[in-house]
């Protein structure tokens, strides 16, 4: 078969490719620079001085829409398409052609340079795509079908009071709040539904066809599937800890290993190189977990009731010890922050004191994990240039050297870096939440001198009371939490013993080690030891 | 006439319903401004300051979009053919046609807006000539704003109308300014966006200048026509024109204009700059990679009186070493206007003594920073830090005094008006912060204030009044505040503004402060009104200044805790020390020192252990003799390596190690004591060149110090020689001259010397002491708690018997906790006793802490003999 004819219809379809492209080119390449430059802005850290604004790139492809639908647009009187004979369906099909291999594929394109080195699987990188075309899809053919539409001033202001209709519902729903999982994937298949509504609608604009009768079954079905549809691909059921038997006990340190978890309050019976974080306690009968949740993750700022989650959340002590197995015995450990062994027991009067309850049983949950080392080198590889540590699918941490002076100091920036598709279903890391967030990853890392035995080891500061953001969009996860280590060089040792600080590097390793989640646990306390604790302090 | 009315008419009927828009909107305006809707309100307890919108800013902006979206709408005719159509073809004249159009201007949206501001000021009682101002000032911004839009339709078609709105808006917002600012910083420019709020005289200046270049643009366009993204371009090239000159300096809101130069001229002439030594700071700092020495310094002019407040900027900096000149320093962005720094001042500058109007004798500020620093410098980087420069500086003093506008007690309820202000006080919380926490000592409070703010008749700029609260009975002054709760302003456009401030003191109701929740309505809420009054020049010399001396050495060993060990540190330490290798017999010198730079890098891991409890006892009870006694015997063979351990000791893990070697070497007259369990000296030894004549000679404790390390070769040497001879030049001290002491006091106003000083015959001394005294006394910044460097002076005055001076420290020792009752030592000294009779113990401490609290200065009497002061004895 002559595909090929000039009559054809392929042949028609590329001609009128062309007719786009000799009509559109500056403003497809002028879309390129911006969308090139929008990929480059989104992956630095800091946004340049003159920064391009977020909305050019959208409003670009808007204008290119616009000005190829409506130069052949049915309602357009002054247009020569009513009398050319290439056909509707040929002219629409090229235009969408056209706005794919213009604009679609560009805007797809730039994902690889985004998410690439993020440890993406087939199924990430699929939903990374799938995130990307939706909204690009409904934009596009929802700018389609009103620049086929309009020309009639009835019915341009029934199109910018629908589009405002339709912001101002999304707006009263949602507001600045980011839906819960539930509610993203009803609405990501409520946003296919209308995609595919109003690519229907449009070609049947083009065509000359009513439209209403798809765009109402459509704009029913997209509100139907919001109200009443229940999939959540998403979800992640907790992981409860079956590797030990854990148990509290009151009073007098037990022997054997055993965890303190605020002062004359342990938890026994864990393995020895796990180590356990409260994650919440609250009276039985509550909501649970409950959203007012008291844990090592969140922080009562007082008696107001105000809530901050901990940036990072705290490791303890008992997380540096969990590391000692791994290292020389009597080697001098040493770090240069505070961070205490144990929660004070003034929270924990605290936070009995906001529910005001001593007549029920308390439950308390803890989450339980096991320090995992990420990367060990050596440390005259990590003062130079910037590494990256693929942590999981969707998280990395890059990290380098930022100060190295006289006066002691050696200091890494760090930049725990998220992006993660929204589309795909959650992580393992998704599945601890403390008061329905996500929680945020805590690092240790240390410098290990055989030579000198010393292990040197640097949480992250602490950034205070700095809320959280976890960085969720609708459809994509984009979070840079920057970070510091700092460590002093081994002065005893340069000052009496001659060292240098050459030899010093060459004897050390970096490693960075990271608490693995191994699962939750319920422990319940009774009302009557709970009284006892809070009395005996 | 006939046909300009005429063209009106038809206008009108095309517009009407877009007026009713705009009308609209105007009510909305004048209900948001009245707070008729979207009342503003106190911050609930316990809410948290978010983002809110400013609705003020809001109606603003909508206000101005729909008057814009108003004045460029035209019947379609008019604009076909990018006007020049309609203009041919209608009987009617050019002159008509602008004439009429011009009506539509002034009637339809000049008119309405004017109307709005004297109803607004109606409604708030202003007076009327403040109405005719604020209809006069309205009609000039909305002339700015709106009038040059009249010939913008013949330049834009159609949707570009829509299109220039909302880039407008857009480019403003954002990207527009950060493009400017990068232009203005790469022409070291000074860019200083205006604010919105209060700042609507730079902008309406800026754009009537660039507004008279549209009917030039219409004009060229109607000439030769321009394409529509050169239309568009156009609108945006005049935009990004007229953002430009607003932020630039060619502005200034009208009232920047200081208040009084002339009295500022008159009052400065001849008079020096006076920077005493303990106020200035010098630091290394680094700008893109060129260091330069920046200098903060709390600089006055010599004789000035105390209610006119500098604050210093250099107009030129020239610093020489040996003869030759350093290169100038890297020049940083200023603000646009130098005495905005005066509003920072207005917070932390002591404002005891500059506080105008009635106030107590002796009124301390308690949170006041003393030595806020008023000048700020960046100076050229010497070749060589540690040698001697000269610094010429040329200077520029902006002036400021402070009024007192009103004051109301502090309670709820209270309201004062003043000509331009009412203020009226909505809530006072004690003990509790801005977001609603419990906080000790902390008062906060809720206000609503009012007032003028017309670009030419405006109270509330350039410097925001300043609250602070008075104790007028106990005569203390806090200044420092923090803000919250969300911002929430109305009017600021109309000539009479509102706004509800929410403010928190901190240590008011602290004790010893007399200030407590039953008493706060006794206390008083005093607004200060800064103002601007002018500049001064000046010039200023350094000769022979070290900068090297000033900075701060940073060459101690890193600080690290255990990262493991959370328990008694003294044992961890002790178990540490054991699980190390210990060199085995005649070992090298490399792998002694190995081991005992290890000793010492757990000892300063583990330093917790010789921390002092609040009574001064050890928190960690016992000593480090195990570890002391496994050192000692590498002391006298590796001295090198302990006299290198020893300048970072500061757990005198060295002088143990001495004291064990001293101990075991056998040295005649050294014992261990039975009191402290150290190596002590005692013996009878010969005088020399008096045979036969014996004298005793005792060292309590052998001493060793990190900052006299040549001590430890003495140590050494006696150990060696296994005699005490050497040891006798350390208790040889020879007693410094008369003078020296004097020069020495002159420096540190140690209350020692000053006794010794008031004991010398010669009475040239005594008064040069006391002058030294006096004019120290008299430089001091008026506030409670003086900083370290600071304190000297008052309790050398104390000490001279000055009742002013006891008054001002009794008060300070009254605001301390009963906790840190030990931090009063120095001023019990001061008071009771010479330094070298001992400490006393935390409870006399403690009385004396609660004997400030209940006792005067009028309570106690001198004892000039002995220099002490005395409870008197009638008192209870």
Same mark, same amino acid.
């Given at each position: 078969?002559?595909?090929?004819?000039?009559?054809?219809?392929?042949?028609?379809?590329?001609?009128?490719?062309?007719?786009?492209?000799?009509?559109?080119?500056?403003?497809?390449?002028?879309?390129?620079?911006?969308?090139?430059?929008?990929?480059?802005?989104?992956?630095?850290?800091?946004?340049?001085?003159?920064?391009?604004?977020?909305?050019?790139?959208?409003?670009?492809?808007?204008?290119?829409?616009?000005?190829?639908?409506?130069?052949?647009?049915?309602?357009?009187?002054?247009?020569?398409?009513?009398?050319?004979?290439?056909?509707?369906?040929?002219?629409?099909?090229?235009?969408?052609?056209?706005?794919?291999?213009?604009?679609?594929?560009?805007?797809?394109?730039?994902?690889?340079?985004?998410?690439?080195?993020?440890?993406?699987?087939?199924?990430?990188?699929?939903?990374?795509?799938?995130?990307?075309?939706?909204?690009?899809?409904?934009?596009?053919?929802?700018?389609?079908?009103?620049?086929?539409?309009?020309?009639?001033?009835?019915?341009?202001?029934?199109?910018?009071?629908?589009?405002?209709?339709?912001?101002?519902?999304?707006?009263?729903?949602?507001?600045?709040?980011?839906?819960?999982?539930?509610?993203?994937?009803?609405?990501?298949?409520?946003?296919?539904?209308?995609?595919?509504?109003?690519?229907?609608?449009?070609?049947?604009?083009?065509?000359?066809?009513?439209?209403?009768?798809?765009?109402?079954?459509?704009?029913?079905?997209?509100?139907?599937?919001?109200?009443?549809?229940?999939?959540?691909?998403?979800?992640?059921?907790?992981?409860?800890?079956?590797?030990?038997?854990?148990?509290?006990?009151?009073?007098?340190?037990?022997?054997?290993?055993?965890?303190?978890?605020?002062?004359?309050?342990?938890?026994?019976?864990?393995?020895?190189?796990?180590?356990?974080?409260?994650?919440?306690?609250?009276?039985?009968?509550?909501?649970?977990?409950?959203?007012?949740?008291?844990?090592?993750?969140?922080?009562?700022?007082?008696?107001?009731?105000?809530?901050?989650?901990?940036?990072?959340?705290?490791?303890?002590?008992?997380?540096?010890?969990?590391?000692?197995?791994?290292?020389?015995?009597?080697?001098?450990?040493?770090?240069?922050?505070?961070?205490?062994?144990?929660?004070?027991?003034?929270?924990?009067?605290?936070?009995?004191?906001?529910?005001?309850?001593?007549?029920?049983?308390?439950?308390?949950?803890?989450?339980?994990?096991?320090?995992?080392?990420?990367?060990?080198?050596?440390?005259?590889?990590?003062?130079?240039?910037?590494?990256?540590?693929? &942590? #999981?699918?969707?998280?990395?941490?890059?990290? @380098?050297?930022?100060? !190295?002076?006289?006066?002691? =100091?050696?200091?890494?920036? /760090?930049?725990?870096?998220?992006?993660?598709?929204?589309?795909?279903?959650?992580?393992?890391?998704?599945?601890?939440?403390?008061?329905?967030?996500?929680?945020?990853?805590?690092?240790?890392?240390?410098?290990?001198?055989?030579?000198?035995?010393?292990?040197?080891?640097?949480?992250?500061?602490?950034?205070?009371?700095?809320?959280?953001?976890?960085?969720?969009?609708?459809?994509?996860?984009?979070?840079?939490?920057?970070?510091?280590?700092?460590?002093?060089?081994?002065?005893?040792?340069?000052?009496?013993?001659?060292?240098?600080?050459?030899?010093?590097?060459?004897?050390?390793? &970096? #490693?960075?080690?990271?608490?693995?989640?191994? @699962?939750?646990?319920? !422990?319940?306390?009774?009302? =009557?030891?709970?009284?006892? /604790?809070?009395?005996?302090? | 006439?006939?046909?300009?009315?005429?063209?009106?008419?038809?206008?009108?009927?095309?517009?009407?319903?877009?007026?009713?828009?705009?009308?609209?909107?105007?009510?909305?305006?004048?209900?948001?401004?009245?707070?008729?809707?979207?009342?503003?309100?106190?911050?609930?307890?316990?809410?948290?300051?978010?983002?809110?919108?400013?609705?003020?800013?809001?109606?603003?902006?909508?206000?101005?979009?729909?008057?814009?979206?108003?004045?460029?709408?035209?019947?379609?005719?008019?604009?076909?053919?990018?006007?020049?159509?309609?203009?041919?073809?209608?009987?009617?004249?050019?002159?008509?046609?602008?004439?009429?159009?011009?009506?539509?201007?002034?009637?339809?949206?000049?008119?309405?807006?004017?109307?709005?501001?004297?109803?607004?000021?109606?409604?708030?009682?202003?007076?009327?000539?403040?109405?005719?101002?604020?209809?006069?000032?309205?009609?000039?911004?909305?002339?700015?704003?709106?009038?040059?839009?009249?010939?913008?339709?013949?330049?834009?078609?159609?949707?570009?109308?829509?299109?220039?709105?909302?880039?407008?808006?857009?480019?403003?917002?954002?990207?527009?300014?950060?493009?400017?600012?990068?232009?203005?910083?790469?022409?070291?420019?000074?860019?200083?966006?205006?604010?919105?709020?209060?700042?609507?005289?730079?902008?309406?200046?800026?754009?009537?200048?660039?507004?008279?270049?549209?009917?030039?643009?219409?004009?060229?366009?109607?000439?030769?026509?321009?394409?529509?993204?050169?239309?568009?371009?156009?609108?945006?090239?005049?935009?990004?024109?007229?953002?430009?000159?607003?932020?630039?300096?060619?502005?200034?809101?009208?009232?920047?204009?200081?208040?009084?130069?002339?009295?500022?001229?008159?009052?400065?002439?001849?008079?020096?700059?006076?920077?005493?030594?303990?106020?200035?700071?010098?630091?290394?700092?680094?700008?893109?990679?060129?260091?330069?020495?920046?200098?903060?310094?709390?600089?006055?002019?010599?004789?000035?009186?105390?209610?006119?407040?500098?604050?210093?900027?250099?107009?030129?900096?020239?610093?020489?070493?040996?003869?030759?000149?350093?290169?100038?320093?890297?020049?940083?962005?200023?603000?646009?206007?130098?005495?905005?720094?005066?509003?920072?001042?207005?917070?932390?500058?002591?404002?005891?003594?500059?506080?105008?109007?009635?106030?107590?004798?002796?009124?301390?500020?308690?949170?006041?920073?003393?030595?806020?620093?008023?000048?700020?410098?960046?100076?050229?980087?010497?070749?060589?830090?540690?040698?001697?420069?000269?610094?010429?500086?040329?200077?520029?003093?902006?002036?400021?005094?402070?009024?007192?506008?009103?004051?109301?007690?502090?309670?709820?309820?209270?309201?004062?008006?003043?000509?331009?202000?009412?203020?009226?006080?909505?809530?006072?919380?004690?003990?509790?912060?801005?977001?609603?926490?419990?906080?000790?000592?902390?008062?906060?409070?809720?206000?609503?204030?009012?007032?003028?703010?017309?670009?030419?008749?405006?109270?509330?700029?350039?410097?925001?009044?300043?609250?602070?609260?008075?104790?007028?009975?106990?005569?203390?002054?806090?200044?420092?505040?923090?803000?919250?709760?969300?911002?929430?302003?109305?009017?600021?456009?109309?000539?009479?503004?509102?706004?509800?401030?929410?403010?928190?003191?901190?240590?008011?109701?602290?004790?010893?402060?007399?200030?407590?929740?039953?008493?706060?309505?006794?206390?008083?809420?005093?607004?200060?009104?800064?103002?601007?009054?002018?500049?001064?020049?000046?010039?200023?010399?350094?000769?022979?200044?070290?900068?090297?001396?000033?900075?701060?050495?940073?060459?101690?060993?890193?600080?690290?805790?255990?990262?493991?060990?959370?328990?008694?540190?003294?044992?961890?330490?002790?178990?540490?020390?054991?699980?190390?290798?210990?060199?085995?017999?005649?070992?090298?010198?490399?792998?002694?020192?190995?081991?005992?730079?290890?000793?010492?890098?757990?000892?300063?891991?583990?330093?917790?252990?010789?921390?002092?409890?609040?009574?001064?006892?050890?928190?960690?009870?016992?000593?480090?003799?195990?570890?002391?006694?496994?050192?000692?015997?590498?002391?006298?063979?590796?001295?090198?390596?302990?006299?290198?351990?020893?300048?970072?000791?500061?757990?005198?893990?060295?002088?143990?190690?001495?004291?064990?070697?001293?101990?075991?070497?056998?040295?005649?007259?050294?014992?261990?004591?039975?009191?402290?369990?150290?190596?002590?000296?005692?013996?009878?030894?010969?005088?020399?060149?008096?045979?036969?004549?014996?004298?005793?000679?005792?060292?309590?404790?052998?001493?060793?110090?990190?900052?006299?390390?040549?001590?430890?070769?003495?140590?050494?040497?006696?150990?060696?020689?296994?005699?005490?001879?050497?040891?006798?030049?350390?208790?040889?001290?020879?007693?410094?001259?008369?003078?020296?002491?004097?020069?020495?006091?002159?420096?540190?106003?140690?209350?020692?010397?000053?006794?010794?000083?008031?004991?010398?015959?010669?009475?040239?001394?005594?008064?040069?002491?006391?002058?030294?005294?006096?004019?120290?006394?008299?430089?001091?910044?008026?506030?409670?708690?003086?900083?370290?460097?600071?304190?000297?002076?008052?309790?050398?005055?104390?000490?001279?018997?000055?009742?002013?001076?006891?008054?001002?420290?009794?008060?300070?020792?009254?605001?301390?906790?009963?906790?840190?009752?030990?931090?009063?030592?120095?001023?019990?000294?001061?008071?009771?006793?010479?330094?070298?009779?001992?400490?006393?113990?935390?409870?006399?401490?403690?009385?004396?802490?609660?004997?400030?609290?209940?006792?005067?200065?009028?309570?106690?009497?001198?004892?000039?003999?002995?220099?002490?002061?005395?409870?008197?004895?009638?008192?209870?």
């Amino acid at each position: 078969m002559k595909t090929m004819c000039p009559t054809s219809f392929a042949f028609r379809v590329r001609h009128q490719l062309v007719q786009e492209w000799c009509a559109q080119w500056f403003l497809v390449l002028l879309w390129l620079a911006a969308v090139a430059t929008d990929c480059w802005q989104s992956m630095q850290d800091e946004r340049p001085a003159i920064a391009m604004p977020g909305f050019l790139p959208g409003l670009l492809a808007m204008i290119i829409i616009v000005r190829s639908v409506r130069a052949d647009a049915p309602g357009n009187a002054e247009v020569a398409t009513h009398v050319r004979p290439l056909g509707r369906g040929a002219v629409w099909l090229a235009k969408v052609l056209f706005f794919k291999m213009a604009l679609l594929l560009p805007w797809l394109a730039c994902a690889w340079p985004e998410c690439r080195g993020y440890g993406f699987g087939p199924v990430e990188w699929m939903a990374e795509i799938a995130g990307r075309a939706l909204p690009a899809v409904m934009l596009g053919a929802g700018t389609a079908l009103g620049a086929s539409w309009s020309g009639v001033a009835w019915k341009n202001g029934a199109l910018i009071g629908g589009v405002i209709a339709g912001l101002g519902l999304m707006w009263w729903k949602f507001g600045t709040k980011m839906p819960e999982d539930a509610e993203r994937c009803m609405l990501v298949v409520a946003g296919l539904v209308l995609g595919v509504t109003l690519l229907m609608a449009w070609w049947q604009s083009t065509m000359r066809r009513r439209a209403w009768m798809t765009l109402t079954v459509g704009g029913l079905t997209a509100l139907l599937v919001v109200k009443l549809g229940h999939w959540n691909w998403r979800a992640q059921p907790e992981r409860m800890y079956a590797d030990a038997k854990l148990a509290l006990h009151f009073g007098e340190r037990p022997e054997g290993a055993v965890q303190e978890l605020w002062e004359g309050i342990y938890v026994t019976g864990l393995p020895a190189d796990q180590v356990a974080s409260v994650v919440a306690f609250a009276p039985v009968g509550e909501a649970w977990p409950p959203k007012k949740a008291f844990s090592d993750y969140r922080m009562l700022l007082g008696e107001s009731g105000h809530w901050n989650q901990r940036r990072p959340w705290k490791m303890r002590m008992g997380h540096t010890r969990a590391l000692m197995p791994h290292y020389p015995a009597g080697s001098l450990w040493h770090k240069d922050e505070e961070n205490g062994d144990r929660e004070p027991m003034k929270t924990l009067q605290k936070v009995v004191l906001v529910y005001g309850d001593l007549s029920r049983p308390w439950r308390l949950r803890l989450a339980v994990q096991r320090m995992k080392r990420v990367v060990t080198m050596p440390l005259g590889e990590a003062i130079e240039g910037e590494k990256r540590i693929v &942590l #999981d699918a969707g998280r990395r941490l890059d990290f @380098g050297i930022s100060v !190295l002076n006289d006066y002691s =100091e050696m200091k890494f920036w /760090a930049m725990l870096r998220r992006r993660f598709p929204l589309l795909a279903p959650a992580g393992e890391q998704e599945r601890l939440r403390v008061a329905g967030d996500l929680t945020e990853e805590a690092f240790l890392v240390l410098l290990h001198s055989p030579g000198i035995r010393e292990v040197s080891t640097a949480g992250e500061w602490d950034k205070g009371d700095e809320n959280y953001w976890s960085g969720d969009e609708l459809l994509h996860r984009l979070n840079n939490r920057p970070a510091a280590f700092e460590f002093g060089h081994p002065r005893a040792q340069m000052e009496i013993a001659g060292l240098t600080f050459d030899d010093w590097v060459d004897d050390t390793t &970096l #490693d960075v080690w990271w608490p693995e989640e191994r @699962g939750v646990v319920d !422990l319940e306390v009774s009302a =009557e030891e709970l009284r006892r /604790a809070l009395e005996v302090r | 006439m006939n046909l300009t009315l005429h063209h009106f008419l038809k206008e009108f009927r095309y517009l009407r319903l877009r007026w009713c828009v705009l009308l609209a909107v105007v009510l909305l305006d004048l209900g948001v401004q009245m707070e008729w809707v979207l009342p503003m309100r106190a911050a609930e307890l316990g809410s948290v300051a978010g983002v809110t919108v400013s609705y003020d800013t809001l109606m603003r902006l909508v206000l101005w979009m729909v008057a814009w979206w108003f004045m460029l709408s035209v019947p379609p005719e008019e604009s076909g053919n990018d006007g020049r159509g309609y203009a041919q073809t209608r009987p009617l004249s050019r002159v008509s046609y602008w004439a009429g159009r011009l009506m539509v201007w002034v009637l339809l949206v000049v008119t309405p807006l004017m109307l709005e501001s004297a109803v607004y000021l109606w409604l708030n009682g202003r007076p009327w000539d403040e109405v005719a101002l604020g209809m006069a000032e309205r009609a000039w911004a909305a002339g700015s704003m709106t009038l040059w839009l009249l010939p913008l339709p013949l330049l834009l078609r159609g949707w570009e109308r829509y299109a220039a709105i909302v880039l407008v808006v857009l480019l403003k917002e954002s990207w527009l300014t950060s493009v400017l600012y990068v232009v203005f910083k790469e022409l070291h420019w000074v860019y200083d966006s205006p604010q919105m709020a209060m700042e609507c005289g730079r902008v309406v200046k800026a754009t009537w200048l660039v507004g008279l270049l549209v009917p030039v643009v219409v004009m060229w366009h109607q000439r030769r026509p321009f394409g529509m993204l050169a239309r568009l371009g156009v609108v945006v090239l005049l935009v990004a024109l007229q953002h430009g000159m607003e932020a630039s300096a060619l502005f200034r809101n009208a009232y920047e204009k200081p208040s009084d130069p002339e009295l500022i001229r008159r009052l400065t002439a001849g008079r020096e700059v006076a920077i005493a030594e303990r106020d200035r700071r010098f630091e290394q700092e680094n700008f893109n990679g060129r260091k330069y020495i920046l200098f903060r310094a709390h600089a006055l002019l010599g004789g000035m009186p105390d209610e006119y407040v500098p604050f210093w900027r250099a107009t030129s900096e020239a610093m020489m070493q040996k003869g030759k000149a350093m290169p100038a320093p890297p020049k940083g962005e200023g603000p646009r206007l130098p005495f905005q720094g005066l509003a920072y001042l207005g917070m932390h500058y002591p404002m005891a003594a500059a506080l105008p109007g009635e106030k107590p004798d002796g009124l301390l500020s308690v949170d006041a920073q003393q030595t806020a620093q008023n000048m700020q410098i960046s100076l050229p980087q010497p070749e060589k830090l540690e040698e001697p420069v000269s610094v010429h500086l040329g200077l520029t003093a902006e002036w400021m005094r402070v009024q007192r506008l009103g004051e109301v007690p502090l309670k709820a309820g209270a309201r004062f008006q003043a000509p331009g202000f009412e203020i009226e006080l909505l809530q006072v919380r004690p003990n509790e912060d801005g977001r609603g926490d419990k906080a000790y000592s902390c008062v906060t409070v809720v206000y609503r204030m009012s007032a003028r703010c017309f670009e030419w008749r405006n109270d509330l700029m350039p410097l925001f009044p300043h609250p602070c609260i008075l104790s007028p009975k106990n005569r203390y002054l806090w200044q420092f505040m923090v803000s919250s709760g969300s911002e929430q302003v109305r009017g600021t456009s109309l000539g009479w503004c509102h706004m509800i401030q929410q403010q928190t003191f901190h240590s008011v109701m602290t004790c010893g402060s007399g200030v407590t929740p039953k008493n706060l309505g006794e206390q008083r809420l005093v607004w200060l009104k800064p103002e601007y009054l002018g500049s001064s020049q000046h010039e200023m010399e350094m000769k022979d200044l070290k900068i090297g001396g000033y900075l701060l050495k940073r060459d101690g060993w890193p600080w690290s805790t255990p990262a493991t060990e959370a328990g008694n540190p003294r044992e961890a330490f002790l178990r540490q020390v054991r699980s190390l290798p210990r060199p085995a017999e005649g070992a090298g010198r490399a792998e002694i020192a190995q081991y005992v730079a290890e000793v010492y890098a757990a000892s300063a891991v583990y330093i917790e252990r010789v921390y002092l409890g609040k009574e001064g006892e050890l928190k960690w009870p016992g000593n480090d003799r195990e570890v002391c006694l496994l050192l000692a015997p590498y002391f006298v063979e590796h001295a090198d390596v302990f006299r290198a351990a020893l300048v970072h000791d500061n757990a005198s893990l060295t002088q143990g190690v001495m004291h064990e070697a001293v101990l075991q070497a056998g040295i005649p007259g050294i014992t261990r004591s039975e009191k402290t369990g150290w190596a002590r000296y005692e013996r009878e030894v010969p005088v020399a060149g008096k045979p036969g004549q014996v004298r005793k000679r005792v060292m309590e404790m052998l001493g060793l110090a990190p900052w006299r390390p040549d001590d430890l070769d003495v140590y050494v040497n006696a150990i060696r020689r296994h005699s005490d001879e050497p040891l006798w030049p350390l208790m040889d001290g020879k007693p410094p001259s008369t003078d020296e002491v004097l020069a020495d006091y002159a420096k540190s106003f140690d209350r020692g010397y000053l006794g010794w000083l008031m004991r010398r015959p010669d009475v040239k001394y005594r008064e040069e002491a006391e002058r030294l005294t006096r004019k120290a006394y008299a430089e001091l910044p008026r506030v409670v708690h003086l900083e370290r460097g600071f304190e000297k002076p008052l309790q050398a005055a104390v000490a001279l018997g000055m009742p002013e001076a006891l008054d001002w420290m009794l008060r300070d020792v009254a605001m301390r906790e009963d906790e840190l009752a030990r931090g009063a030592m120095m001023q019990y000294h001061a008071m009771f006793a010479p330094q070298d009779q001992g400490q006393p113990d935390t409870k006399t401490l403690l009385k004396f802490v609660q004997d400030a609290r209940r006792y005067s200065a009028k309570d106690y009497r001198y004892d000039a003999e002995k220099m002490i002061w005395e409870l008197r004895p009638e008192r209870p």
